[in-house]
């Protein structure tokens, strides 16, 4: 069973950065997609952003501009870069890869953006 594990989570005042990071345990080949959502207390789990095996990224209205989605294939891991960091953007994060019509999720890291 693959596991993905996030790392990166913290507190940080608004106006900040941070990054986040999501490597599985296993190779994971063939990958259609990997990417994060978030859930703030109260709120449905959203899309923040997406990037393809090809390269193609999406992201949450809002968060355009600010934050910036990376993979390394080989090493099996997808980043979030997050800047000009807003207390709406408290939540809990979690990463996902979509490989061979399967999901895997992380178990979420804390961000929180307070000051």
């Known amino acids: 069973q693959v596991q993905l594990v996030e790392s990166g989570g913290g507190l940080v005042q608004p106006g900040g950065s941070l990054t986040l990071s999501c490597t599985a345990s296993?190779?994971?080949?063939?990958?259609?997609?990997k990417g994060w959502y978030r859930q703030a207390p109260g709120k449905q789990r959203e899309m923040v952003a997406t990037?393809?095996?090809?390269?193609?990224?999406n992201y949450a209205d809002s968060v355009k501009g600010r934050f910036t989605i990376s993979r390394d294939n080989a090493k099996n891991t997808v980043d979030l870069q997050m800047n000009s960091l807003k207390p709406e953007d408290t939540a809990v994060y979690y990463c996902?890869?979509?490989?061979?019509?399967?999901?895997?999720w992380g178990k979420g890291t804390l961000v929180t953006a307070s000051s």
């Open positions: 296993d190779t994971i080949v063939n990958f259609a997609s």
């Open positions: 990037i393809t095996n090809r390269g193609h990224t």
């Open positions: 996902f890869f979509f490989a061979g019509g399967d999901t895997y």
